[in-house]
């Protein structure tokens, strides 16, 4: 990295502003599909009718320390709170409570769970966490995703996880506990994207003989989707996993989800054939990927441009509270356009904010991709990402305030030139574990 590159980033992370100007919030037959009977039907005929296998795309190179970080605060203070208390309350009912050996006292079951030379889930990757008991047997998330993958898939089932390097080999033999026969595959985050990060006097921080640099956020791995050897992805995250017992409903939703690409894609294949804007609007109020305000201004040359670009089918839940990112209409320099966009990128204006609490639901990252255009060429994926669309970070480490930018985020910015469809999904598909006790919802248990 050069001093250019230093340079860009300080006065993206201090000079410019990354904020997204919301429209409004998308919702029920205004950006959001909601099917009916008939409608999932076709969808899902769709699926069954399908002549490729999908892959699956799971990020999952995050480590475990937040699921614990209300122990590792008891650790260092040696205060109680509710959620401790709920922890050893509930402990029995953890799928990992067989493996902790010694239950005397509570710095004995944080000290096998934490320590590095016992447990170390503090340190290990999400995904090698036990999350489930199916039948006696103790499954981690990365084995549940492959055994629902199988489930779903039946045969030609490929599996791409996104991993911390020095991990594959721990990983890859926890996989092969339960499937043989199924194709994984494994990359990492480029170090190269790596951020610089900056001190209160705009300086970059030293950190023995070089730059403080921070891994660049969920972005960064959108050049490793872009080098899937596959066209039709599912994208998910490694904590969003459900017991296997309750895999139908996912696998239904699935299904009406790649179904619902295909018929876009079909749909917009027959109508270049004989393009009108007449019929564009018709496919328009059925898929409800354009704002009106784009239909009021298009032109056949922008329809060529749409046929043009990657396709993806979002499934989106009712916002019940959960922190993180959700589907709006956003203007951007005049263009009104479809985007999931997160907290972080929102400006605090009581405007903004006020769409922010009328929104109506969440982004799951509960997605299907296609990588080709609809006539099945392929794309790189980076030519569709909106670079201004990055985000800047704030955090502390070891009492230094530092800022950096994390690069546009890979269903946020990374996706902001692709066709885009939402559709409404039930809430049971989404129980994402972002602290140890989730692994205790109804989600998580036979």
Request: aromatic share 10%.
């Amino acid at each position: 990295m050069s001093t250019e590159d230093i340079l860009l980033q300080k006065s993206q992370v201090f000079d410019n502003e990354c904020r997204v100007v919301l429209d409004s919030a998308c919702t029920i037959g205004d950006g959001i599909i909601r099917f009916n009977n008939k409608e999932r039907q076709r969808a899902y005929r769709a699926f069954r009718e399908l002549d490729i296998s999908p892959s699956f795309f799971i990020p999952a190179s995050g480590s475990g320390s937040r699921m614990f970080n209300f122990l590792y605060e008891w650790i260092e203070l040696g205060k109680d709170t509710d959620v401790v208390s709920a922890f050893f309350n509930q402990f029995d009912l953890f799928p990992f409570a067989s493996l902790v050996k010694s239950r005397k006292h509570r710095a004995n079951i944080i000290h096998e769970l934490l320590s590095e030379s016992e447990l170390n889930y503090g340190e290990i990757p999400k995904g090698l966490i036990p999350f489930h008991v199916d039948n006696g047997k103790i499954y981690t998330a990365f084995q549940e995703h492959v055994r629902q993958a199988k489930l779903f898939l039946k045969n030609d089932v490929n599996v791409h996880f996104t991993i911390q390097k020095e991990f594959e080999n721990r990983i890859l033999q926890n996989i092969k506990q339960v499937s043989k026969d199924v194709k994984c595959s494994f990359s990492y985050q480029n170090r190269d994207s790596d951020a610089y990060c900056f001190d209160i006097n705009k300086d970059p921080i030293v950190n023995g003989d070089s730059f403080l640099r921070r891994p660049a956020g969920h972005g960064a791995i959108l050049s490793n989707l872009n080098e899937i050897d596959s066209d039709l992805i599912l994208i998910k995250n490694i904590d969003n996993i459900q017991h296997i017992t309750k895999a139908n409903l996912t696998e239904d939703i699935w299904g009406i989800l790649i179904g619902t690409l295909k018929n876009f894609q079909e749909d917009i294949l027959n109508l270049s054939k004989s393009y009108t804007l007449d019929g564009l609007i018709s496919l328009n109020s059925r898929y409800q990927f354009l704002s009106k305000q784009q239909i009021n201004n298009f032109t056949e040359s922008k329809f060529n441009h749409l046929k043009r670009r990657p396709t993806r089918v979002c499934g989106m839940v009712k916002n019940e509270g959960a922190p993180g990112g959700g589907p709006f209409w956003v203007n951007n320099k005049n263009n009104i356009t479809k985007q999931i966009v997160e907290d972080i990128q929102i400006s605090k204006s009581n405007q903004q904010q006020e769409i922010l609490r009328n929104s109506s639901h969440f982004n799951p990252v509960f997605m299907v991709v296609c990588k080709t255009d609809i006539e099945g060429n392929k794309l790189n994926l980076l030519d569709f990402r909106d670079d201004s669309k990055y985000f800047v970070v704030e955090k502390t480490n070891k009492d230094i305030k530092m800022k950096y930018r994390e690069l546009p985020g890979l269903w946020n910015g990374g996706m902001s030139d692709w066709n885009t469809i939402f559709v409404e999904i039930p809430s049971q598909v989404f129980s994402p574990v972002k602290t140890v006790l989730g692994l205790n919802n109804i989600a998580h248990k036979a």
